[in-house]
């Protein structure tokens, strides 16, 4: 019900607020934490382990019979399942992390039948908290304030959906080799490329190194377009809703396919005015991607 999820609304912006604790006292003891994972661009560090042990104790405490999927205890393998399901990126962007970028932030989600219908990231270094519940829209918090605004924030682009106009963000991920990196770099590439009559392809592209909060840029108006192959849930599922909820859309990254889930690996995300003028960024960025 309405009520049962504006409860866990307040429970994982508890939780969150908590993270944000956590990753503050954190920040003079970063440099020497980082860690690598696969490779040395793919970093962790302690307090990624701490916070989501946090997060994890303290939802499993409140709903015992929910599953629960985190970045850092994942088992390859494992699939998001239709029964709810809580998903916790505990430091989005850890890389910026680490080396005390702050831009970066913890990310909660809770997902039904595959779909996130309660969203919340929060960057405590700008005090930032974003957030959404499914058909209740979504707002930005600044929790130096207590000010709260709905999304979007600035107002919309005027409906000419034309990636020409559009500051479009873009990632790198951690692998630097394979399928899903050379479609990173032609993307890329073709974004601050020439369109063949002239003129650029965007106005320019960004890479801000936090997928969760991309997708909060696009909802707040920062950025009019993200674009990313190859992430995973944890990484989009509360930046998802939030972005939906002020009035954005998720599109797969499979040509024609308006209505992905958060099993896929490859997404993008857009915000226009209306619904039906949002498609034509979508599909010049299919265009862009080309045959794969
Ligand atoms: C990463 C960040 C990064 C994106 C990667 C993610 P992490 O998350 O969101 O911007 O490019 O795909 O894995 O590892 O910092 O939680």
Redesign the pocket.
Known sequence: TKDDLRKIHVLLIDIAMDAGKMMMAAEHALLTAAQFKNNSA?VVTEY?HKIETMVEKRIRAAYPSFAFLG?ETFKHGTKLGDIPTFIC?P???????SKGVPN?AVSLALTLDKRSVIGVVYNPFRGDLYHAIKDQGAYLTKTSTGLQVKLPVQPVPPPMPSLQSCLVAV????QRSGSNWSLRTSVHNALLTSKAEGGAMCKSVR??????L?FCYVAHGMLDAFW?G???S??VCAGWIILEEAGGIVASANPGDWNPTLEGRLYFAVRHAKREEQRGVVEELWGIMGER
Not at 91 to 97: A, P, S, Y
Not at 171 to 174: D, L, V
């Open positions: 793919d990624d970045e990126d430091i989005d962007g850890t890389l910026n992390f970066c990632e790198w991920g951690n890479s801000n190194g936090s997928a969760a991309n990313e190859g992430v995973w944890w990484d």
